[in-house]
């Protein structure tokens, strides 16, 4: 349905002459394009869930959560977008539904939503000392609620398999909104 949404907005967003449908239509575009962006990402990404090295990789993570919480706030400061790396831990999570997926992917959802911090700060560049605190406030909040949720992951991955079921896309993006 992501280019039926696409469509939709394109078609409305020409027709439209009153500003609240443009912005309705400039909403579903939107909405539209993210969609199908993850789409392209997860078709682009099919070859690798065959793949060993990344079954291994998830493997590490396992046993090095801090090291997987650093690396995934690194990627997602690199491409600024947490969206992007939680679709991309679905998809490689498609491959896998083994009983301790959302212990492997607790961390990997916290450092996706660590590194989306950058993109506050980079707002920031060239601005008043406020815009820096604001983003240094937003970092410090998401790496206390981090290690709040690092030290308390066992209840946390529970209660989401509890709520959310066995499909590990759904138990992924659920938790990370439950984080949020």
Request: charged content about 10%; overall charge positive.
């Amino acid at each position: 349905y992501a280019l039926v949404l696409v469509a939709v907005g394109v078609l409305l967003r020409l027709v439209a002459r009153r500003e609240g449908w443009r912005t309705a239509a400039d909403i579903i575009l939107g909405f539209g394009l993210i969609f199908y962006g993850m789409l392209v990402m997860a078709q682009a990404l099919a070859p690798l869930r065959e793949s060993r090295e990344i079954a291994g990789l998830l493997f590490f993570f396992r046993e090095s959560p801090w090291l997987a919480l650093l690396l995934a706030s690194l990627v997602t400061a690199i491409i600024q977008s947490s969206g992007a790396v939680i679709g991309i831990l679905i998809s490689f999570s498609l491959q896998y539904t083994g009983p301790d997926l959302l212990t492997m992917a607790l961390p990997l959802v916290l450092g996706a939503n660590l590194g989306t911090c950058i993109t506050a700060f980079l707002g920031a560049l060239g601005g008043r000392r406020e815009g820096y605190r604001v983003a240094l406030v937003q970092l410090l909040m998401k790496l206390a609620g981090a290690l709040l949720a690092m030290g308390a992951g066992r209840p946390l991955v529970r209660a989401t398999m509890a709520l959310t079921g066995s499909d590990p896309a759904r138990q992924i993006a659920n938790l990370h909104t439950f984080f949020n």
